[in-house]
């Protein structure tokens, strides 16, 4: 019997095991509760539609981990900040797995924070901060500029954008991490004038097709490196960024 057996989570366990992830029984448990919790919260905004169990686990929980393929540390009090989180993708699942780490989940839906604020109590985690922000807003916020270790975004907007959104919340030689789909590596390289202008420099496009399936094919992580500092400017007022990409 596997450890995922009776939670309903095997298909998880074992796609994580592909990612060198041993999850244990306590994980396996807040991952099935996280899936109740999302399901219950979608009756009330609209926070995925995806919501089979399986699709789940795979779509949602085993893809927002692929992140061990490009950042590797993932130690006590490393901070990080997932933009865009919605109904907590990719960070909570992260947050599952890697307990220590200090995390940020932000988003502009009232209503999709809430759910959040739901599902941090429910899942019992610690050090998770939730902000009802929009990028722009946050990153000239005191306390959250160049503060992250780590910036995560799935399924927000172009590279070209995104780097505007998360690069000025990374410290220097923080890293920002893209989940895309086939047009990852066009992306990556159309963002090339927005990364010399906000200090950043492409450390790699990774396709994750060694893993279709279960997950799509042509899935790609893009992660970015903070080299030197943002200038003040940046980021833009909202709207900006995605009006006007750099």
């Keep these: 019997m596997t450890a995922g057996a009776g939670l309903g989570m095997e298909i998880l366990n074992e796609q994580a095991a592909r990612l060198g992830l041993d999850l244990t029984v306590d994980q396996l448990t807040q991952f099935a509760e996280y899936q109740r919790l999302l399901a219950l919260g979608n009756q009330r905004a609209n926070l995925t539609s995806i919501t089979d169990s399986e699709a789940v686990q795979v779509r949602h929980f085993f893809d927002s981990l692929t992140a061990v393929r490009t950042v590797s540390d993932w130690r006590d009090g490393l901070r990080v900040v997932d933009l865009g989180s919605g109904a907590g993708f990719?960070?909570?699942?992260?947050?599952?797995?890697?307990?220590?780490?200090?995390?940020?989940?932000?988003?502009?839906?009232?209503?999709?924070?809430?759910?959040?604020?739901?599902?941090?109590?429910?899942?019992?985690?610690?050090?998770?901060?939730?902000?009802?922000?929009?990028?722009?807003?946050?990153?000239?916020?005191?306390?959250?500029?160049?503060?992250?270790?780590?910036?995560?975004?799935?399924?927000v907007a172009s590279m070209s954008v995104l780097v505007e959104y998360g690069l000025p919340l990374c410290k220097r030689h923080g890293s920002l991490v893209a989940w895309k789909g086939k047009d990852g590596p066009a992306e990556a390289q159309a963002a090339n004038n927005a990364l010399a202008e906000l200090g950043g420099r492409m450390a790699g496009a990774r396709s994750l097709n060694d893993l279709s399936p279960p997950l799509p094919p042509d899935r790609w992580l893009v992660t970015v490196e903070k080299v030197r500092r943002t200038p003040g400017k940046y980021p833009r007022r909202v709207g900006v960024p995605a009006k006007q990409p750099l």
């Excluded at 502009?108 to 902000?131: H, I, M, P, Q």
């Excluded at 722009?136 to 916020?141: H, S």
């Design 90 to 155: 990719p960070g909570v699942p992260l947050k599952i797995v890697f307990p220590g780490i200090h995390l940020t989940l932000v988003e502009s839906v009232g209503k999709k924070t809430a759910f959040l604020e739901t599902l941090v109590a429910g899942l019992g985690l610690d050090n998770v901060n939730v902000v009802t922000a929009r990028a722009e807003e946050l990153a000239r916020a005191e306390g959250y500029r160049g503060q992250f270790d780590v910036a995560l975004a799935r399924g």
